[in-house]
């Protein structure tokens, strides 16, 4: 630091400020600073700012089924947004193979969090386990902790996309069209978000009288070819329209409607949920509920900033929107 003070013509109190995100330097010298840091390759040592300051600058996330589309997403908000704040993420990812091996994992990130100082620490729990493992641990830092609505976690910072409200959404856009029988193609029964929209989708059913058929998936386009290929197989009882859990069930279903020469939406309707990029040229276009992941990492890192101030952190629940495209139609348009 000295070196850039030097390099700067300024004092070692004013690239401690500008380096630490500090007020009161002019414009001007922040970015005759800025620049002397990128000419000799600055980097900031955390652990001699955790001396002086207290403060590590670290925030731990561990990331449990961290390979789906939602939690990296939201891995990349939450990076985003640390950036943005002058936070680094010490990031940890778990798999989920068993409760002796998780349990195992999960406290050797926990230890890895807290020997490298972390000034919180983030959970994307996911599973039914991970929520177990985190009410296991009592940790003297903030504990956030994304994915189960807060009934889950009693007394804990959680932070969630209102999963629920997002399945009704998606029947009630349905029920809206006519369709009166409905196929709910549900994630794996392990998952806090396939219970939700598992939940939320035959509630809606139920408040509007329609008849509904439940297929378990296990989240893969695989598993949603599986249970298309069912339905193609007993003609008679195919239902007006199909919620599926999430977009790449959906993907599996198209296929085997496409293959089977069964149209969308003309004979059944498919709506989804996530809005993965690729959703828009799904072939009919997916209609599904738009996650806006990104903006659920940025809030759950602002959460965890208002945490470590100790100030209450808005832990308000994300609201998904419908993004309607092609793939539902009213059931008249049925050939």
């Keep these: 630091m000295a070196e850039v003070a030097a390099h700067a013509k300024v004092s070692h109190q004013t690239v401690s400020r500008v380096v630490n995100g500090g007020v009161g330097v002019k414009p001007a010298t922040r970015e005759r600073v800025e620049a002397a840091i990128r000419e000799l390759g600055y980097r900031r040592n955390n652990a001699a700012r955790t001396l002086v300051t207290s403060r590590s600058g670290l925030i731990g996330v561990i990331a ?11 891995l990349v908000g939450i990076e985003e947004a640390a950036r943005s704040r002058d936070f680094t993420i010490l990031l940890a990812t778990i798999r989920s193979n068993g409760d002796a091996e998780l349990s195992e994992q999960f406290e050797r990130a926990i230890d890895t969090c807290l020997d490298r100082s972390v000034e919180a620490i983030i959970v994307i729990a996911a599973q039914e386990d991970v929520v177990r493992q985190v009410q296991i641990f009592n940790v003297d830092v903030p504990l956030i902790v994304v994915g189960p609505p807060r009934s889950h976690l009693p007394g804990l910072l959680t932070f969630s996309v209102d999963q629920r409200r997002g399945a009704r959404e998606a029947v009630s856009h349905l029920g809206e069209l006519g369709h009166s029988r409905i196929l709910v ?69 198209l296929a085997a409607f496409n293959h089977a020469q069964v149209k969308v939406p003309d004979e059944v309707s498919i709506i989804g949920f996530d809005d993965i990029p690729e959703a828009a040229y799904f072939s009919p276009a997916l209609t599904t509920v738009h996650q806006d992941f990104t903006t659920l990492g940025h809030r759950v890192l602002e959460a965890a900033v208002a945490a470590i101030r100790g100030e209450e952190p808005d832990m308000t629940p ?13 059931p008249a348009k049925r050939s």
Aim: proline share 6%.
């Design 64 to 74: 449990v089924g961290s390979f789906l589309y939602g939690p990296t997403r939201t």
């Design 185 to 253: 193609l549900t994630g794996p029964g392990k998952w806090i978000d396939a219970q939700e929209r598992r939940t939320g989708a035959l509630d809606e059913c139920a408040a509007r009288g329609l008849a509904a058929e439940v297929i378990a998936g296990d989240w893969s386009p695989a598993s949603g070819y599986q249970a298309g290929q069912a339905l193609v197989a007993r003609p008679g009882e195919m239902p007006t329209a199909i919620f599926s859990a999430n977009d790449a069930m959906a993907l599996g279903v």
């Design 318 to 330: 994300v609201a998904p929107v419908l993004a309607l495209r092609d793939s539902t139609a009213e």
